[in-house]
Structure formats: structure tokens, C-alpha cells
T-cell receptor, first 110, second 114 residues
Framework: DAKTTQPNSMESNEEEPVHLPCNHS???????IHWYRQLPSQGPEYVIH???SNVNNRMASLAIAEDRKSSTLILHRATLRDAAVYYC???????????FGQGTTLQVKP | DSGVTQTPKHLITATGQRVTLRCSPR?????VYWYQQSLDQGLQFLIH???????AKGNILERFSAQQFPDLHSELNLSSLELGDSALYFC?????????????FGNGTRLTVT
């Protein structure tokens, strides 16, 4: 199963953009890249996912490198409510199950 | 609201007992995944069902079992409970089983074993 590497923690100022990096050098051609976040005392929340092209939704943007060995989650204007643990995950095996790592803890300063 | 419903929200029970956690997936979703999150621990994958059939097993103890019913709801059964089983248990659902669609998580069941 392909693994991902993320920084343990990042800080951002409120209302500024945040770029959360993820490396996945062993990704296979059919692996989708998924991003989730978990706020304290809540279940994980789907953020965005993509295969090859950059993706946008109301929550964030996902920029995928041309060789697909890395990706970046972009929060365009961080708010205090965006403080959470962000997980970059590749589905394991052929069942779509997600194996969560440690993720990146994002702190947002007012 | 993810559309995934988990009951009960809280459960307090004693060691040695058995409990059943229930999950109703989003309408139209055929896959159900179960995860365990102990205090200050990461999310551990337990088991995956797709359209009633078991598709993958993770770090699930033999004392734990699960099933997915014809109406697609799922139950996670935990028996001979130990103090270490105290945790948050999350259920997630997805429309497919191939990793090309997102997982939507419920709010979890908090199990406390005393």
C-alpha cells in the first residue's frame, strides 16, 4: 500500500492562505488522493479528493503534481474553525479503505 | 451533517459485558467502514463491508465482530469488554469500494468500559 508523508504541524494566520503539503512517491496510477480533517471531539470530515487534475470545491483546492508524487491542499482563507488535524491518504488495497497516519496539525492564529 | 447516523452516541458498560453499535449509512452508499479511535490515538481501521459482504479486515480483535444487513445498515458487536476497549468508534460510508469516492463519517459512539 502506498504511504504518504506530511509535516507533523503547521501554523497559519487567520484570513491568510494555507498550503498543506503531502508526499506520496509510491502512488500507483489508479490511486485517488484523499484529504480529510478532524476537529477536536468530532469524526473525520471529507475535504477533497482527486486523481490527476487539480480539484476545487467549496472547502478547498487540491493541487496535484504532474508526476502525482506529491499534492498540496490549499485553504484559501484560513479561519479559526479550520484548526484541525489534516490527513492526506491513499486508499489501501482494492477496497477503498483509508489507513490514517498522524496527519498535519494545523494551528490558526487570530 | 454527513448523513451517516450512529447510535448510541454514548455507552457506559462494565468489563466482561457485550455491546452493539449501530450505523446507518448515507442513502445510496453500499460500503460501510468501522474505525476505532482511543484517547490520543490515531484512527484504526477495523473492518469494511460492501453490499452485505465483508471486503477487508484491519486491526479487529477476535472479540469484535460486525455485519451489514440487507437494508445496508451495519452493526459492530464488542464482547468480553476490557478497559482498553474504551474509545470512540466511527462508522463511515461510501458509494463504492474502490477508493474513487469519498468516505463520509458519522459522529461516532463513545464507549466507556468501567
Amino acid at each position: 500500500d502506498a504511504k504518504t508523508t506530511q509535516p507533523n504541524s503547521m501554523e497559519s494566520n487567520e484570513e491568510e492562505p494555507v498550503h498543506l503539503p503531502c508526499n506520496h512517491s509510491t502512488i500507483s496510477g489508479t490511486d485517488y488522493i484523499h484529504w480529510y480533517r478532524q476537529l477536536p471531539s468530532q469524526g473525520p470530515e471529507y475535504v477533497i479528493h482527486g486523481l490527476t487534475s487539480n480539484v476545487n470545491n467549496r472547502m478547498a483546492s487540491l493541487a496535484i503534481a504532474e508526476d502525482r508524487k506529491s499534492s498540496t491542499l490549499i485553504l484559501h482563507r484560513a479561519t479559526l474553525r479550520d484548526a484541525a488535524v489534516y490527513y492526506c491518504i491513499l486508499p489501501a488495497g482494492n477496497t477503498g479503505k483509508l489507513i490514517f497516519g498522524q496527519g498535519t496539525t494545523l494551528q490558526v492564529k487570530p | 451533517d454527513s448523513g451517516v447516523t450512529q447510535t448510541p452516541k454514548h455507552l457506559i458498560t462494565a468489563t466482561g459485558q457485550r455491546v452493539t453499535l449501530r450505523c446507518s449509512p448515507r442513502s445510496g452508499d453500499l460500503s460501510v467502514y468501522w474505525y476505532q479511535q482511543s484517547l490520543d490515538q490515531g484512527l484504526q481501521f477495523l473492518i469494511h463491508y460492501y453490499n452485505g459482504e465483508e471486503r477487508a479486515k484491519g486491526n479487529i480483535l477476535e472479540r469484535f465482530s460486525a455485519q451489514q444487513f440487507p437494508d445496508l445498515h451495519s452493526e459492530l458487536n464488542l464482547s468480553s469488554l476490557e478497559l482498553g476497549d474504551s474509545a470512540l468508534y466511527f462508522c463511515a460510508s461510501s458509494v463504492s469500494h474502490r477508493g474513487n469516492s469519498p468516505l463520509h463519517f458519522g459522529n461516532g459512539t463513545r464507549l466507556t468500559v468501567t
